[in-house]
């Protein structure tokens, strides 16, 4: 018989259990909840042309499905409207305008052996499957889908160098197989030279060398199942002699219905592939590495605590989600990376990236990266030095090791001039001003004419106004780190040398245009027409690059003839509706007037009222903007993705602030989305920020406060913002 205290000491044990069960329970939903708030099939669809599957946070892997490809909207691998699954590759880009990568297609089927990818709807000329999206799942980290043809369910996970795949196939299956096709690639890719070896009864290894957007990719790789392979068929192209264009693997299922299967992959080879699988993926607990990568991408998404209504969150996470895919790791575990040079480089200090969409990401993404992934700063930048080292100048749009030379400028100049802006100091600073003076004293591009102070002709070089801006844009990021580092004649000249954009600008009828040899204005001139080749502007139009000036805005204040002319242009470009001609790119989307929200050189204009006063102006239509051109589904992006750009103009703008110059640090304040946020900054230091708003649908700041002080100001500075601190921020009404 108890006693009553005894009674009361059990009551206490079975109390204590109960709240440290619930205590346990609430760590787990709290630890997963930021991951709960993103939605991948976000951009999948319309033109986002975003990656759907299993990555870890900059991962050198995606895991994930390809379609058949239909055309542009497939630049992924992957669109939202396909209707079938051909298989799962190993590496796919998000958001580009150009498709590439797609490497080690891996496919699970039954039946029939068929190691071609079908081309035709209806799947008859080869493999593929049809799927439902009901019985497709994809969570950071993860994904999973029924193939129907097949009768087998397959999900898989990552790490940062590998994948698992789990594929359960029905009872009764018949002839299970798993195809390995070496030959298939997105876009623009195609192989070159494949090849692949069985080590043991579980073990392959080959590479996939080919060519496509990057003109030489070479890539390394390691397969193991967890079940011997009763038979392994490896197949070779009659066209290219011994080359292994597809595997069959028939394994030993004789024990259930179940087979694993780990792929790891490295640009340097065989052997270090097979090292990052042996050192990421050391067992075959599917469950445990889906955890890890939740975990991964949980702690990532963490660093902003961000509250507001659950579509909202949705939005928010699934961008800031998709602004952490790229750049992605470009070496191995022990340190070994394939250089620009193509030459194989053994370990060093810090972690090699790749893909680098310069001309999208210098906006915004990676600014905003400066601020919440900072850890990570100096291996970017001392990585694009690296670059520098091994090809003779930064990168421009660089993938796999190779560069492309895609779009227009010197854009890899902002990053780094803004990194050491920043404080950053993980890399060579002498190095980095070298490589940014080198990148502006090329002979190419036009940049010859602007070394001479003079305007780049548009009748001797293509997109000439578009390039022009872009270099007077970094030279103007030159000019603050010469300064700063105390190389005063550097100083002067290259800020003379930003303020050259005025050599376009004609003042007669106000716009940006191209200018002839002999001094004359290109002729006709339209500022709607956006053409797609042989054009001044680089995939838009007289209207929306006339503003591409964020280093020198008070500069183009004064050519415009003063704030008020200024402003009423500003809102023109808002209004104004025109036929941009049959030949515009279709990246310029998302428009309002002629503000194309779609593609990245217009994005810090909603910003600019706040230089003539009025931003009211700015928040009416930054949150115009958020409100349109972001949503959930999978057409809820206006445009390309772009490697992270479009997701990180609205982590940012949602926050209530946005970089305008790429290297000064000095963020304009717009209108923030939420309630409450909160940065998590290095030294368990934060920065808070506490919205007070009656009507959801108000955006307009009334007041601010900083650490309990009233702000007057209408920017932020970065390092204010590192220094940590609250802000309050009182929204009231709306404009009429």
């Known amino acids: 018989m108890f006693s009553t205290n005894k009674l009361t000491d059990l009551k206490n044990i079975i109390l204590s259990f109960v709240l440290f069960c619930s205590c346990i329970f609430n760590l787990d939903a709290q630890r997963f909840q930021y991951v709960a708030s993103v939605d991948p099939f976000i951009g999948t669809g319309g033109h986002g042309h975003v990656f759907l599957g299993a990555n870890v946070p900059f991962g050198m892997v995606q895991a994930g499905p390809v379609n058949i490809n239909r055309g542009w909207d497939w630049c992924s691998g992957y669109h939202y409207s396909g209707r079938e699954i051909l298989g799962f590759t190993h590496t796919h880009l998000s958001g580009t305008g150009i498709g590439d990568w797609g490497d080690i297609l891996v496919l699970p089927a039954?039946?029939?052996?068929?190691?071609?990818?079908?081309?035709?709807?209806?799947?008859?000329?080869?493999?593929?499957?049809?799927?439902?999206?009901t019985n497709e799942v994809c969570t950071p980290g993860y994904y999973r889908v029924r193939l129907d043809r097949y009768g087998v369910e397959a999900e898989m996970t990552t790490t940062t160098r590998a994948a698992i795949h789990h594929f359960r196939y029905d009872t009764g299956t018949d002839d299970p197989h798993i195809v390995v096709d070496l030959k298939f690639g997105t876009g623009w890719d195609a192989p070159v030279d494949t090849g692949m070896e069985r080590l043991d009864d579980s073990t392959f290894?080959?590479?996939?060398?080919?060519?496509?957007?990057?003109?030489?990719?070479?890539?390394?790789?390691?397969?193991?199942?967890?079940?011997?392979?009763?038979?392994?068929?490896?197949?070779?192209?009659?066209?290219?002699?011994?080359?292994?264009?597809?595997?069959?693997?028939?394994?030993?299922?004789?024990?259930?219905?179940?087979?694993?299967?780990?792929?790891?992959?490295?640009?340097?080879?065989?052997?270090?592939?097979?090292?990052?699988?042996?050192?990421?993926?050391?067992?075959?607990?599917?469950?445990?590495?889906?955890?890890e990568a939740q975990s991964r991408w949980n702690e990532n998404l963490s660093v902003i605590d961000y509250q507001a209504a659950p579509g909202l969150r949705t939005i928010f996470y699934t961008s800031l989600y998709h602004s952490f895919f790229f750049p992605s790791v470009y070496d191995d575990v022990n340190g070994d990376y394939r250089g620009s040079d193509q030459q194989e480089r053994k370990g060093k200090a810090g972690t090699n990236y790749t893909v680098y969409s310069l001309w999208d990401t210098y906006r915004a993404q990676h600014p905003l990266l400066t601020l919440v992934q900072p850890a990570r700063v100096d291996d970017i930048v001392a990585s694009m030095l690296r670059i520098y080292r091994e090809q003779g100048k930064l990168p421009v749009w660089h993938l796999s090791g190779n560069e492309t030379n895609t779009m227009v400028g010197y854009s890899a100049v902002p990053v780094v001039v803004d990194a050491w802006q920043k404080g950053f100091r993980g890399f060579d600073p002498k190095l980095a001003y070298e490589a940014v003076k080198q990148s502006s004293m090329q002979k190419t591009d036009g940049i010859q004419y602007i070394q001479k102070m003079q305007y780049i002709p548009a009748d001797s070089v293509n997109e000439s106004v578009a390039k022009a801006l872009e270099y007077a844009i970094s030279d103007g990021c030159i000019a603050l780190m010469a300064k700063g580092m105390g190389h005063v004649d550097d100083a002067e000249y290259y800020w003379q040398r930003s303020k050259l954009y005025s050599r376009y600008f004609d003042r007669q009828n106000t716009f940006m245009r191209g200018r002839m040899a002999d001094g004359s204005w290109r002729t006709p001139f339209s500022p709607f027409e956006a053409r797609h080749r042989e054009n001044d502007y680089c995939e838009g139009n007289g209207w929306q690059y006339t503003w591409l000036v964020p280093h020198d805005v008070e500069g183009l204040i004064a050519l415009m003839g003063g704030q008020k002319k200024f402003g009423q242009k500003l809102d023109s470009l808002f209004i104004v509706t025109g036929h941009m001609g049959d030949e515009a790119s279709p990246d310029i989307s998302g428009l309002i007037g002629q503000y194309a929200h779609g593609n990245e050189p217009g994005h810090h204009i909603p910003y600019l009222y706040n230089y003539i006063g009025r931003q009211d102006r700015t928040a009416a239509i930054v949150r115009r903007i958020m409100d349109e051109m972001y949503t959930t589904g999978p057409g809820g992006l206006c445009g390309n993705e772009d490697v992270g750009q479009m997701s990180a103009w609205y982590i940012l703008s949602a926050l209530g602030f946005y970089q305008v110059h790429p290297a000064d640090g000095i963020f304009q304040i717009g209108t923030p989305l939420m309630d409450y946020a909160k940065i998590g900054l290095p030294g368990n230091k934060s920065f808070e920020i506490a919205v007070k708003r009656k009507n959801p649908a108000d955006y307009l700041i009334r007041e601010i406060a900083l650490n309990g002080k009233k702000y007057q100001h209408r920017f932020l500075r970065y390092e204010d913002i590192m220094k940590g601190g609250k802000m309050e921020i009182v929204i009231e009404g709306r404009a009429e």
């Open 110 to 133: 039954s039946g029939q052996t068929l190691t071609r990818a079908s081309k035709k709807e209806d799947l008859s000329d080869g493999y593929g499957s049809p799927f439902d999206h």
């Open 205 to 291: 290894v080959g590479h996939r060398f080919s060519k496509g957007w990057a003109r030489d990719q070479r890539l390394f790789f390691a397969i193991r199942l967890s079940a011997p392979v009763r038979k392994a068929d490896l197949q070779k192209d009659p066209e290219k002699g011994d080359q292994v264009h597809a595997a069959v693997f028939y394994p030993d299922l004789s024990g259930g219905n179940d087979v694993y299967l780990k792929i790891a992959l490295s640009p340097v080879s065989a052997r270090n592939a097979l090292l990052n699988l042996e050192t990421e993926m050391p067992h075959w607990d599917l469950e445990r590495y889906k955890e």
